[in-house]
């Protein structure tokens, strides 16, 4: 199937633990993405990367800290958790030559308790 | 800064009425303009593209640059069409694509 897989789909961890969620996209993308979609559905870019290098950084904790080992690849890790960090976080992928549609995994989804 | 309004947050209408979300763009160049669609627990999805020109669902979105609009309408809703729907733009190149805050569609029966 060709898609953007993102592991895990939930997580539940407890306050002050390190986790990270990884995420595969086999679409030959040049771009990719992760964004936060909070309990009010607010959909928030976090970090885009083009052939693995970081293009955009919004404002995030340093907490958070993504890693692209290839630009298939794009993984979040994120450090101390806090209970405000529990949110849907969604990796995506786009390629600018097709008109920077983006395609979304389906989600992970972080409660931490 | 590119800027995507959506100014409601919930849209109720009955089955068989018309569509119509809203979508107001900030950006005075030529952006590219998406809706997103996500159905309840799922992934979000494109739902069309404004240069594509098509009908997808029976969804359509008209670009009206002088109103800076973007606003998706279908003439008659069916209970399927029920998801949270997003407006996207994009400036241009890879820079990042802004999402408006989304209006969820109920559909009632």
């Known amino acids: 199937d060709t898609a953007v897989s993102q592991t895990p789909k939930y997580l539940v961890t407890q306050m002050g633990n390190d986790k990270s969620i990884k995420c595969e996209q086999n679409?030959?993308?040049?771009?990719m993405y992760w964004y936060k979609q909070d309990s009010k559905k607010f959909l928030k870019i976090m970090f885009s990367y083009n052939n693995k290098e970081l293009i955009i950084n919004e404002t995030v904790p340093n907490r958070f800290s993504p890693k692209s080992p290839d630009k298939a690849h794009l993984n979040l890790h994120i450090n101390s958790l806090e209970l405000g960090d529990s949110a849907v976080y969604f990796c995506?992928?786009?390629?600018?030559?097709?008109?920077?549609?983006?395609?979304f995994g389906e989600g992970s989804w972080l409660t931490v308790v | 800064a590119q800027r995507v309004t959506q100014p409601e947050k919930l849209l109720s209408v009955f089955k068989g009425a018309p569509v119509e979300l809203k979508c107001n763009y900030s950006?005075?160049?030529?952006?590219?303009l998406f809706w997103y669609v996500q159905y309840s627990r799922q992934r979000l999805q494109l739902l069309l593209r404004h240069i594509s020109r098509e009908s997808i669902k029976g969804f359509t979105a008209d670009l009206n640059k002088g109103e800076t609009s973007f606003h998706l309408k279908k003439p008659f809703a069916q209970e399927e069409d029920s998801a949270m729907y997003y407006c996207?733009?994009?400036?241009?190149?890879?820079?990042?694509?802004?999402f408006g805050t989304g209006t969820k569609l109920q559909v009632i029966p």
């Open positions: 950006y005075s160049g030529s952006p590219e």
């Open positions: 679409l030959g993308h040049d771009t």
């Open positions: 996207a733009s994009n400036s241009g190149g890879y820079q990042k694509v802004t």
């Open positions: 995506a992928s786009s390629l600018r030559e097709a008109g920077n549609t983006i395609y």
